[in-house]
Nanobody, 120 residues
C-alpha cells in the first residue's frame, strides 16, 4: 500500500486548506483511513478517521466542527477539509490506512506527509 498526501501549504489564521491523499497498491474500499499530524517537538497525534465505507468518522476534540474527513472510493482518494485554521494546527499531516479498522493511536501504513503552516 502506498499513500501520497498533497495539498498542504501556508495560510493565515482563519483560512482553509484541503488535503488529499492518493491511495494505491491495495483494495481501497477495504481500508479504514485517517489523518495524523506531528508538530515540531511533539508526538504524532490522530486528527480524524473514517471507516472503510465512509459511514463512521471520528475527530480529535480540537478539530471538531472545523475539519471534515471524507473519502471517494471511486477515485481511491482520502480528503481532509480544514476550515478556520489556527496556529495550533501547524504540523506535518500524514494520511494513514489500516484494515478493517483504524486506531487513533497508530496505523499500519502512513504516507510521506504534507506540511501545513498557519500564521497568526
Amino acid at each position: 500500500v502506498q499513500l501520497q498526501a498533497s495539498g498542504g501549504g501556508s495560510v493565515q489564521a482563519g483560512g482553509s486548506l484541503r488535503l488529499s491523499c492518493a491511495f494505491s497498491g491495495g483494495a481501497f474500499s477495504s481500508y479504514a483511513l485517517g489523518w495524523f499530524r506531528q508538530a515540531p517537538g511533539k508526538k504524532r497525534e490522530f486528527v480524524a478517521t473514517i471507516s472503510w465505507g465512509g459511514g463512521s468518522t471520528t475527530y480529535r476534540d480540537s478539530v471538531k466542527g472545523r475539519f471534515t474527513i471524507s473519502r471517494d472510493n471511486a477515485k481511491n482518494t482520502l480528503y481532509l477539509q480544514m476550515n478556520n485554521l489556527g496556529p495550533e494546527d501547524t504540523a506535518v499531516y500524514y494520511c494513514a490506512a489500516d484494515r478493517p479498522t483504524i486506531a487513533t493511536t497508530s496505523a499500519q501504513y502512513y504516507g510521506q506527509g504534507t506540511q501545513v503552516t498557519v500564521s497568526s
